[in-house]
Structure formats: C-alpha cells, structure tokens
C-alpha cells in the first residue's frame, strides 16, 4: 500500500499537547489500547465460537485513519500505544503502520507494543524491531500441543514457539499472557511459568472475563487467581515487585526461577482506581472502560466534514463517560456476558 505519511497532523488535531486527557476521577490518561482487526487466525474457546461473524471490511478504518487518530491521541499526551485485535499480524501491511507510529517514538511516544497469538510472529519479528517495537505480548495458555489445538481448535503450536523464538532472536522482550482456565490448564500453570523464565520472557496469568457469547459456560472455566497464588506459594517465594507496564497487573519476583509473574484479577480483585487507559476498535469505536457499554464514535468522527472540531469534542466526550470501575460478575450458571461484545472487537 505504500508509506504511511509520518507528518505532524494538520488536518486532524486533537486538542494539542497543551490539553491532556483526564477523566472526571482525575486519571491521567497515558496509554492506547488500539485494535487494528476483529480478525483473528485463532478460535480460542473462551474467546470467541467456531463460527464467528467478523465485521465487513468496509467499516475498518484505513491503516492512514489509524494513524492518523494514534497521532491525534499522542498530541493529546498518550505516550504508549499497544497495537491490539483480533490477530494484528493478520492484517494485510500492519508493519506499515507499526513503522510510521515507530516514528514517533521520541516524538510524543515513549513505547509502542503488540499483542498477538505468535502464529505469524517469526515472520514479522524483525520488520517489528526495525520499527522501534521493543516488546511483545504473547497469548499462550498451555505447552501441550493437544490441549493448545482443543483450547484454539487449531493445530499451530509450533508455528507460535517459533515466532515466540524468532522474536527472541530479534531482540524484542516478549512477555507471555496466559489465561488461568479451571479443570484445563491450572495444573500445567507452573510448568509454563518455569519454561517462560528459563526462556528469559516474564509471564502474566488472567482471570477468564465474561465478554461476548460463546459455547461453553464461562463459570466452569472461571479459576481464581488468588487460588492460583496460593499453589505457587507452595512450591516458589514469590516477592511483590514494584515493576509495572502501565497495564493492570500486580507483579512478584519467583527467587527460584529468577523471572517476573505478573496476576491480572478483573473478578477478584478491582483494579481500576489507576486506569490510564482507553481503547479504540478497528472501525474507531473508542470505549472508555473494557467493561462498559460507553463508548464514542470516532469514525463517525473522523470521517465528517470537520474531524479536528468533532475528534476533540469526542475525546472531551470520553473522558466525560469514563466508569469509575468496571462490573464484571461470574457469580452465576448461565448468566448472561458482562458486555455482548467479543474481546476479540474491542481489542486486548
């Protein structure tokens, strides 16, 4: 498609660096969430059905008006951009736009990541580098290569070792995620954690969150965190840490393993007080809270005759509409999700 422009933006400005973004609870807002597809190569199981409805891709935004709103965004004083799905690595020229937000770095931008499952990571680990991408979040919930393809429905574990691999090998800090599923994985979680850090890559456990349909019943896979740390505690010293990634996990050191684990407690343990965050959707849907049903149009806004005046009264919006705290309940059988939406929409 060509180089994306890296031009100061001109038409579309949001506000200027002289108005940052803070919220009616006195959050300063710091950090983008920013989806570049709902696509994604994977069907993990508590993410999303067999048989997924993606969006039309008429309603996505151009990768110019992705850039174009990050740009924004960073005028507005947000200094780290992690760029999310779905997959990103499935969209077609997606290093385009990770080289001309990379351009940016220094410029506004302090640090610039991606989320993605690894499956097309080894062959876009250097393009990622090149670009200023120092880090990436790896989506891996088991070694096993049965249990990956049951809880994917697809067989491709060895194409995500190697692009965890070949990111290694790149020089890109990569930081596994796994998500701490009941009766499934919770047995293997320490033998995960122990692989990771021997591979010099920290790793974070989620908490299974109730968004979007799917075909089994979330309360089954819900484990606990607190649970989880309480084995861990059994077998390693675990030492809390004062690290952060601008994201919401609380860190501990592991003595035994030398390596970083990081717990994100949606259910069992709030964390929204120090919210820095917003997220915006490949067709520039931006959601003030991942929990919430809020949400802005930017597209809409973006696309209009006046973008500059329209973009900076949505982001004024935002701010206005941002929950103080999310309300993710799993307390029930067959209840119905938190938001309708799949995470796979709003971006990780």
């Keep these: 498609m060509g180089e994306i422009s890296t031009r100061k933006p001109d038409r579309i400005d949001l506000g200027g660096r002289e108005a940052p973004l ?8 710091s950090y983008l969430r920013m989806s570049v597809t709902d696509r994604c190569d994977l069907r993990c199981t508590y993410c999303m059905p067999e048989r997924m409805q993606f969006l039309p891709r008429k309603e996505v935004l151009t990768l110019e008006e992705l850039y174009d709103l990050a740009s924004g965004f960073i005028e507005r004083g947000v200094t780290k951009i992690r760029i999310t799905g779905g997959e990103p690595l499935v969209r077609r020229d997606i290093t385009d736009l990770i080289a001309a937000l990379g351009r940016r770095i220094g410029d506004g931008l302090d640090e610039l990541t991606l989320t993605t499952n690894a499956t097309r990571l080894a062959d876009h680990a250097d393009a990622l580098a090149k670009a200023g991408v120092q880090r990436v979040n790896v989506s891996l919930d088991t ?5 990956f393809a049951r809880l994917t429905r697809r067989d491709v574990l060895p194409q995500v070792l190697n692009g965890i691999a070949a990111a290694k090998d790149a ?41 979007g349909e799917i075909e089994e019943e979330r309360l089954d896979q819900f484990l606990s965190l607190g649970l989880v740390k309480e084995q861990l505690e059994q077998r ?71 973008p500059q005046a329209n973009l900076a009264k949505g982001l004024a919006q935002a701010m206005m509409i941002k929950p103080e705290k999310h309300d993710f309940r799993m307390d029930k059988r067959g209840a119905v999700p938190a938001q309708p939406r799949h995470m796979s929409m709003t971006g990780g």
């Design 22 to 29: 803070i919220d009616t609870f006195q959050r300063s807002i």
């Design 143 to 147: 070694l096993d290569r049965d249990r």
């Design 171 to 211: 020089g890109l800090k990569v930081k596994l995620n796994a998500v701490a599923l009941k009766g499934v994985n919770e047995n293997e979680l320490p033998d995960l954690i122990a692989w990771a850090h021997s591979e010099g890559h920290d790793v974070t456990l989620i908490e299974v969150m109730p968004l």
């Design 236 to 306: 390693w010293t675990l030492t809390p840490s004062d690290h952060t990634t601008g994201g919401p996990a609380r860190y501990f050191d592991i003595a035994e393993t030398g390596g970083r684990l990081g717990l994100i407690t949606p259910l069992t343990g709030n964390f929204c007080a120090g919210c820095n965050r917003l997220r915006v959707t490949a067709t520039g849907q931006l959601y003030p809270c991942l929990g919430g049903a809020e949400r802005v149009d930017l597209r809409a806004a973006l696309r209009s005759d006046d």
